[in-house]
Every structure is written in C-alpha cells, then in structure tokens.
C-alpha cells in the first residue's frame, strides 16, 4: 500500500512568489496535518484537515492557507515567501479523529528553498 | 502553552555503550510519540506511548513514559552506527478533532564506531 505522498520533493522559489505543496494520505485516511520543519529544529504545526474542514491552526501569518479536497488530497498555498520560509513541508495523515488512537504517518516531504 | 524539551541536543557515543535521552513536557498530554530522523529524510515513528508506566522496546531501544512526572525515556542499548540520526519526541492531547504535535528540539545522536 501506498504511504503518504507529497509533491514535489524540492522546489526552489524567489522571495515575494507563491508557492503550492500537494500532499496525498494513505488510502482510507480522512486527517491531514502539515507541518513546518527549519533546518534544525523540530516540526512545527501549521493546520489539520478533518473531511474538508480546518480543525486546527498553528501560530503561522495569514500568509499560509490550505485546503482539503472530496478525495481527502490536502494543499498548502504560501503566498509572499519569505526566506525565512524555507523549510522541509511535512504532510501527515491520520485515520480518524483523536477521539480513538490512530498514529499519525509521515509523508517524505517538500524541500522548500527561498532565493 | 504545551512545551516539549529534549536532553541532550547532541549526544556523541562510542559503539557499544549505553545511553538515554529524556524528554520532558509541561502539560498534561494523552499521547508521547518518538521519532527518527535520518538527514534530509522525513520522521520515521519508533513508539507510541498511551498510558503512565507504559514501555515499549523494539530491538536495541526502548521507550517508557512517567505521566506524573510528565517524562518519557528512550534508552540505548548496546549502541551501533545504524542507530545515528536525530531523535524526536513529540506529545498531543486527544481533544476532539484537534490532532495537534507539539515535538521537542531533537537530540543529534552519532554512534562512533
């Protein structure tokens, strides 16, 4: 079976653009998270999707937006990149909601580069 | 606001010794996580740990969780080269619809042969 999966797997953007991230969950998962991680650090979260709406929101400026998609497909649009931006982007999909264990599985992420 | 700290941050050990590395967290969380992190690659999970008292070990690590204490351990057995990357631990509260983690700082492990 098919893991979680992201496009693309790198992208180098200049300062001021507008960026798309594309994440796929694992077959059957209804969750999306995604997360920003800056080169050493941890993972920090931006949004979850539960059956196309927002459940949660990180401390992240207006300038991060996502959306989740009838196939359960998620986006994160980033508008006006910064170079502070430049990040891994990790997407990860859950099963159901929190009221029930279900472990959240990693995607492989997107290297975001800003110019 | 929940905070998750690391120790070490880096952690340098020869092969063949024994280590742990802790994570403490500030607030009452339902779920502790630990991670792997290979360079460039994303998180590969190691444990899940639901419950105070709870320990889990898989090969050369095991990981426990103190709920009072509001600490986990992941311990290092006998450690080989394969094991160097960097450990994350993270926690999230089971409220409703919100699946929010918090993850710590990381701890760089390198295994010297």
């Known amino acids: 079976d098919a893991g979680v999966t992201q496009s693309p797997t790198h992208l180098i953007k200049t300062r001021g653009q507008h960026v798309t991230l594309r994440c796929s969950p694992i077959?059957?998962?209804?969750?999306v998270s995604w997360y920003q991680q800056v080169l050493g650090q941890g993972p920090q979260f931006i949004f979850q999707?539960?059956?196309?709406?927002?459940?949660g929101r990180g401390n992240f400026p207006d300038r991060f937006s996502a959306r989740q998609f009838p196939n359960y497909s998620s986006e994160l649009n980033v508008n006006a990149l910064l170079l502070g931006d430049s990040a891994l982007y990790l997407c990860?999909?859950?099963?159901?909601?929190?009221?029930?264990?279900?472990?959240?599985?990693f995607g492989p992420g997107t290297r975001l580069t800003v110019l | 606001e929940l905070k998750v700290e690391q120790n070490p941050l880096f952690l340098s050990m020869q092969e063949g010794k024994n280590y742990t590395i802790y994570c403490n967290y500030s607030?009452?969380?339902?779920?502790l996580y630990w991670y792997r992190q290979d360079p460039g690659k994303s998180l590969e999970s190691l444990f899940v740990?639901?419950?105070?008292?709870a320990v889990k070990q898989e090969g050369r690590l095991m990981a426990s969780l103190d709920t009072k204490a509001r600490l986990s351990t992941l311990h290092i057995t006998a450690a080989v080269h394969d094991l160097s990357a960097t450990y994350f631990c993270?926690?999230?509260?089971?409220?409703?619809?919100?699946?929010?983690?918090?993850f710590g700082t990381g701890t760089r492990l390198t295994i010297i042969p």
């Open positions: 990860a999909s859950r099963g159901g909601l929190a009221d029930s264990y279900n472990e959240q599985f």
């Open positions: 077959s059957g998962h209804k969750s």
């Open positions: 999707y539960y059956e196309k709406e927002e459940r």
């Open positions: 607030t009452t969380s339902d779920r």
């Open positions: 740990l639901l419950s105070n008292g």
């Open positions: 993270a926690v999230d509260r089971a409220n409703f619809g919100n699946e929010k983690l918090t």
